[in-house]
């Protein structure tokens, strides 16, 4: 695509010498004759002709024509001696082309810090790490290449509104100026060819359309309307040279009508112009907007994307450049307008894998763009992608295998943009507009990926991905935070999502329900606080994400105290129940946790539940099995654990040390297990929940076994902690 690349989108001033050789150069170079300048640019360097304006045209010529090695030579020489901003960013991108992704990134950077005004600095200041974003990014397209490329220019495919036939563009042939070369990259000029789509990967082989259609310079790319009536096309300027000094010919839309095949009634689009390029169209579905590419004054560098509305007697509006959302300082190129509304086109402004690459831009959201990625996209040029009237098979053409060479895709992946989701925070009683609050913006896994403040109206937006899953917490002085979730339509172009917040009670009641053992906060946390006296709710609900959870009392006066029953309930948490006698002493929120504990114990299934409470070993008198007093004590805890879990179910076990006979420790243990079970089941509800089981000597926690011959010499102490009660949680 070198020949198209920046075709009549790109100049430099000329300072002649008397040196033939740099004459020359400089002609070939105003003529856009890249390759054709190389030698003769060669010959001046080492001689008293040799500037750094020349060997600045002769490193572009380099990358011109895909010379990356001597480009990256030359420019590095360059910088050597001049400091130029451009230096920098054109160096940047011919490492990028050869690969080397971490020394191109050093250069955009200095060329960022020194142009920072230049849209490609802020694209790229935007997003350093794009390159690594790029290479990860799961792939939108399949990719193949088609059995119709040459070793010449092949590219374009662009589709018959009906059938199967669509037109290439291709320089495979030599052409109308008496079989003469372009001398811009040596190559054939470019005409359009006829071929047929009806198998993407296999086009039959191309047909040369006939003049007038083709001409003696450079034709293509096209488009056909909807009907198929009416042809817009691209070509060199039809009518005869004029030369000026600093002349050159530039490009030019043409459109036609289609009578039976044949293009007739010729004529120019009323934009083109003698001292600016046009080219590049394509049409909207209804007819009535024509998007095309021009380096027309007023730009913002370079080629840029313009678009033309029809009016009502069929003439075209004033051309509206597509801003700075989608056009740069370089090139844009080859819009395509896709069945789903948005624009593909091709540039080399905004940070890519390396040479063109083609980008989407977002019908409905303002011209958002993002890059399409690989496999579509590579270090080469990749440019010209268009669709069949399905909208999911397609082309693209690329310079990746050494020429430019046409590729069937397909999509599999749609793009997705951010739209724009608004909405206000109000007061939820008084429906107040509630200015200055806070809204954190949240993905589905609870990650906060934005915050911003209400304006003066209360309105706040985000920008949000349809299809995804979010969200919202808002919190403000005096006020409860509240949060909402919600999904994001599919093919949403706008969102909108209202929060209210209940303002804080002047007296009430919060707790924080934490992990008894990490400390951090609980969500989904059931509480329930209730006045013992006058039998009212005076809590019911789900501690929030920050494990907090709060309420208002409108009947209680400061000074006033009451008798309070807290339940706490949680899966995985043992259940919990507190009474206390609360009193407001001033205006505010009791905090609870603060007074009493409201730790939650995490349950495992197979645990002593002894250990999670920290209860006291259950002790019997030497060779008996009554409750002994303090033992009631340490049962009556697990009474409470039960009757607060009425679904938990537990394997009491009871265990001897190894003094007496194996037989009578297991008859003494079975008696003390089944004493303490009977115990417990006296004084909660459902008594099968729980089992009595003794074990005896047989499963001792120390070395202190004593059967038969062997003689024990543990103490009392260590003969202690084998005659223990433990309390499995079987069930939960």
């Known amino acids: 695509m070198k020949n198209l690349l920046f075709i009549l989108f790109f100049g430099i001033q000329t300072v002649f010498s008397q040196n033939i050789n740099l004459l020359k150069g400089n002609d070939y170079f105003n003529k856009l004759g890249y390759a054709a300048a190389i030698p003769y640019f060669e010959k001046v360097q080492n001689t008293e002709f040799e500037s750094t304006e020349s060997n600045e045209k002769l490193a572009y010529c380099y990358l011109f024509t895909s010379s990356f090695a001597n480009a990256e030579s030359l420019y590095k020489r360059l910088i050597s ?92 042939n ?55 009536n009416m042809v817009y096309f691209t070509s060199n300027s039809r009518e005869k040279n004029k030369k000026g000094e600093n002349s050159i ?5 043409y459109i036609a009508d289609v009578i039976r095949s044949e293009w007739v009634n010729i004529r120019e689009f009323e934009y083109n112009s003698s001292t600016y390029a046009c080219g590049h169209p394509s049409i909207s579905k209804d007819g009535k907007t024509l998007f095309f590419v021009s380096d027309m004054p007023g730009g913002f560098g370079g080629a840029d994307i313009y678009k033309c509305t029809m ?20 090139q844009e190129l080859f819009p395509w307008l896709g069945n789903d509304g948005n624009v593909y086109f091709s540039s080399n402004g905004r940070p890519g894998l390396g040479g063109l690459d083609v980008f989407v831009a977002s019908a409905k959201t303002n011209g958002q763009v993002k890059n399409v990625g690989q496999p579509i996209n590579s270090m080469a040029d990749d440019f010209a992608m268009t669709f069949l009237p399905d909208g999911q098979v397609g082309y693209v053409a690329s310079d990746r295998n ?23 925070a109000v007061d939820s009683r008084s429906n107040q507009i509630l200015a200055n ?54 093919n949403s172009s706008e969102f909108t999502k209202d929060i209210a917040i209940i303002k804080k009670p002047t007296l009430g009641l919060g707790v924080l329900i934490t992990d008894n053992y990490s400390k951090k906060a609980i969500s989904g946390v059931q509480v329930k606080v209730t006045d013992v006296m006058k039998n009212s709710v005076l809590m019911n609900g789900q501690t929030a994400q920050d494990g907090r959870l709060e309420a208002g009392l409108t009947t209680y006066k400061i000074g006033e105290a009451f008798n309070i029953s807290i339940e706490i309930n949680a899966p995985g948490y043992l259940a919990k129940k507190v009474n206390y006698i609360a009193k407001f002493d001033s205006e505010g929120l009791i905090q609870l946790h603060e007074k009493i504990d409201l730790n939650l114990q995490a349950v495992n299934l197979g645990g002593d539940l002894a250990k999670m409470l920290n209860i006291k070993p259950i002790y019997f008198d030497l060779n008996k099995f009554n409750i002994r007093k ?33 037989i009578a420790n297991e008859t003494l243990s079975q008696n003390r297990a089944s004493s303490s079970a009977n115990y417990i089941k006296t004084r909660i509800t459902n008594p099968e929940r729980i089992s009595g089981k003794g074990y005896g000597e047989t499963k001792l926690l120390n070395d202190c076994g004593c059967e038969g011959a062997v003689k024990s010499t543990c103490s009392d102490q260590e003969h202690q902690l084998n005659r223990r009660t433990e309390f499995i949680i079987v069930k939960m």
């Not at 079989?179 to 811009?184: D, N, S």
């Not at 697990?638 to 607060?644: A, F, G, P, R, S």
Request: one cysteine or more; proline letters at 5%; hydrophobic letters at 30%.
């Open 81 to 172: 001696e001049t400091k130029k901003a451009d230096f920098f960013y054109y160096l940047g991108y011919t490492l990028l082309r050869q690969g080397k992704s971490s020394e191109a990134m050093e250069n955009f950077k200095v060329f960022s810090s020194m142009n920072p005004s230049d849209s490609r600095s802020k694209l790229f200041q935007s997003n350093p790490s794009y390159l690594e974003e790029l290479v990860l990014q799961k792939p939108h397209f399949t990719i193949v290449e088609t059995n119709i490329n040459t070793k010449y220019d092949d590219f374009g495919v662009y589709p018959f509104p009906r059938g199967d036939g669509a037109v290439m563009v291709s320089g495979r």
């Open 174 to 228: 030599k052409s109308g100026l008496v079989g003469k070369v372009w001398a811009g990259d040596d190559q054939n000029f470019l005409e359009l060819y006829y071929t047929k789509t009806d198998q993407k990967e296999m086009l039959t082989e191309p047909i040369q359309l006939a003049h007038p259609i083709n001409s003696s310079v450079h034709d293509g790319p096209i488009c056909f309307n909807s009907e198929g």
């Open 249 to 253: 010919q530039q490009l030019k839309i």
């Open 311 to 330: 009016d009502a007697t069929g003439k075209f509006g004033k051309p509206e450049n597509l801003g700075i959302g989608v056009n740069t300082s370089g």
């Open 402 to 424: 050494g020429s430019d060479d046409i590729y069937a895709i397909e999509l599999i992946k749609p793009f997705t943009f951010m739209i724009q989701m608004k909405g206000k």
């Open 437 to 490: 609050t806070k809204i954190e913006l949240k993905d589905a896994s609870g990650k906060v990926i934005s915050t911003v403040i209400s304006d003066e109206n209360g309105l706040y937006t985000f920008e949000v991905e349809p299809g995804s899953t979010y969200s919202i917490n808002a919190s403000q002085n005096d006020y409860q935070q509240n949060s909402l979730s919600f999904v994001i339509p599919e």
């Open 630 to 662: 303090d033992a009631a004590i340490e049962l009556d805890k697990i009474v409470k654990v039960l009757n607060e879990n009425p679904t938990m179910v537990i394997e009491l076990g009871s265990h001897t040390d190894c003094r007496g006979t194996q």
